[in-house]
């Protein structure tokens, strides 16, 4: 009898360690995690320069831009679209008199600063053309804003002109600094080459 429970305990507690094994077996699965979104991939380009010629300026632009015009009365829009960094930039020119130079430019102003909610900062830079024939200012707004960079040029007698950046997607500082670092290359170069007709 003695050998019989024995048995049956030993049965029971091999029975209880396969029940115990299997268990913790089926336990063990991998759970998916989401992944988080990637960024796009940002490759240093070496492009050239073309001259942007129409009726009202001149300027010097990379060779990827893509460009389109519209015109409404005296007023001219630019689109430059920079798809290798799926960015695009507006430009407005608007032919002005000494008396309406003071009103565009606090609009430029006030829609600079309209950002400010948002950025973590606003610098102001003075800028000019090589001839310095145009002036105005950079604003570079850094923080999680819609548009990190905005800049206005004029003669102060006739011509203004107007360029606000934005990126197709959502903004994140950080992986957009090298990205930055190149348009204000390509911003500067428009500057320096920027003539009034």
Not at 125 to 135: E, F, G, K, L, V
Request: glycine fraction near 4%; hydrophobic fraction near 40%.
């Amino acid at each position: 009898m003695e050998l019989i429970l024995r048995m049956m305990m030993t049965c029971h507690f091999k029975a209880f360690f396969v029940f115990i094994l299997v268990a913790l077996c089926a336990s063990c699965e991998h759970s998916t995690m989401p992944k988080p979104y990637a960024y796009f991939r940002i490759d240093e380009r070496k492009d050239g320069f073309v001259p942007f010629d129409n009726e009202v300026l001149t300027m010097n632009v990379p060779q990827s831009l893509l460009a389109e015009q519209e015109r409404k009365g005296t007023e001219r829009w630019f689109t430059f679209r920079l798809p290798a960094y799926r960015a695009t930039l507006y430009c407005t020119y608007l032919p002005i008199t000494s008396q309406k130079l003071y009103q565009v430019a606090d609009e430029n102003h006030r829609l600079a600063f309209s950002h400010a909610v948002k950025a973590s900062g606003i610098e102001q830079h003075t800028i000019a053309n090589a001839d310095s024939t145009a002036s105005g200012i950079l604003y570079a707004i850094s923080g999680s804003v819609a548009t990190p960079r905005q800049l206005y040029l004029t003669d102060r007698k006739k011509h203004f002109f107007r360029a606000s950046l934005y990126f197709d997607g959502k903004v994140n500082p950080d992986s957009l600094a090298p990205v930055l670092g190149y348009i204000d290359l390509t911003l500067q170069q428009m500057v320096q080459t920027l003539r009034w007709k």
